[in-house]
């Protein structure tokens, strides 16, 4: 099974990254990246070959469309997160239109899953990216307060950071770093602290927890904070938000990137390759116990 992945990374998530990394430790199975800014669609699907392409909405080019017009493949699998339903369903009209296959769209928010006429729209959450380079400067600071605005700025007893994330409009804070960037950072810190919180979970809230140790929302809104422990309780499958260590099991063992390719797999005729998979996230659960 082959996918071509669209480059459709930004600094506040490395979904197209962690799929193509971990689709490519499954055997019978291979992933490309594709940069078209560097390569057409032409010459990347005709090398390739795929089966599917994986690409977020806003990253469906016209010379994608025209090869598959010419070609019948590949099948698309598109992340339609952000868009409204009435959007998402011109769009399937279109492609389908044109007998263009779609495998399936899907929406990183659950709050975002529409009924189509045709196609499937499932739920993939972003999930912890256990690919990301850990290594840099090592010190201790008792708490990271992650921030997108000025008036999310807090202060502390202690040692403390404001650390403005890839969310933020501009720099502000004593930081500004994307999500790869703070993968490298978390473990410096005793307590993780949220600021913000948009229409669905970061991807850096689970390597946050994944890599780093006390993790938690502090918002301004007391019924925004009451709406956003309700959801981590629903998906974590937890009363007590409190207990670290059963919260970082919890996204180690069914909240990675990993279990997020096999929700992507499991839409495809892939048994056998998500067996592979079962495999990979047995082997890391035993690297990170």
Not at 125 to 133: K, Q, R, T
Not at 148 to 165: A, M, W
Not at 167 to 181: F, M
Not at 204 to 218: C, E, H, P, R, T
Request: with cysteine; net charge negative.
């Amino acid at each position: 099974m082959k996918f071509v992945i669209s480059n459709y990374g930004s600094t506040t998530q490395t979904e197209c990254f962690y799929f193509n990394a971990a689709l490519n430790l499954i055997n019978g199975c291979s992933s490309a990246m594709w940069d078209n800014k560097t390569i057409s669609a032409y010459d990347m699907f005709d090398a390739i070959k795929p089966d599917y392409f994986i690409t977020h909405i806003n990253t469906i080019f016209t010379d994608v469309l025209h090869y598959i017009e010419e070609n019948g493949g590949p099948s698309l699998i598109i992340n339609a997160t952000g868009l409204k339903a009435d959007n998402i369903k011109e769009i399937e009209s279109v492609l389908l239109s044109k007998k263009i296959p779609i495998s399936f769209f899907y929406s990183n928010s659950d709050d975002q899953v529409y009924k189509l006429s045709k196609t499937n729209m499932i739920c993939i959450p972003l999930g912890a990216d256990v690919f990301l380079n850990t290594s840099g400067a090592d010190f201790n600071i008792n708490k990271c307060f992650l921030i997108n605005k000025e008036d999310q700025l807090k202060s502390s007893d202690g040692t403390y950071h404001n650390v403005s994330t890839g969310e933020a409009d501009k720099n502000i804070g004593d930081i500004h770093l994307g999500v790869s960037e703070l993968a490298q950072i978390y473990k410096n810190y005793d307590e993780i602290v949220f600021r913000f919180y948009g229409s669905m979970l970061p991807q850096s809230l689970f390597d946050a927890i994944y890599y780093g140790n006390k993790v938690y929302y502090d918002l301004e809104d007391g019924e925004t904070q009451g709406v956003v422990e309700s959801k981590l309780k629903k998906i974590f499958k937890v009363d007590d938000l409190t207990n670290v260590k059963e919260i970082k099991n919890i996204v180690k063992n069914k909240h990675t990137c990993l279990h997020r390719t096999k929700s992507l797999l499991s839409q495809l005729p892939s048994h056998n390759i998500i067996n592979g998979l079962d495999q990979i996230i047995d082997y890391q659960k035993g690297l990170t116990t």
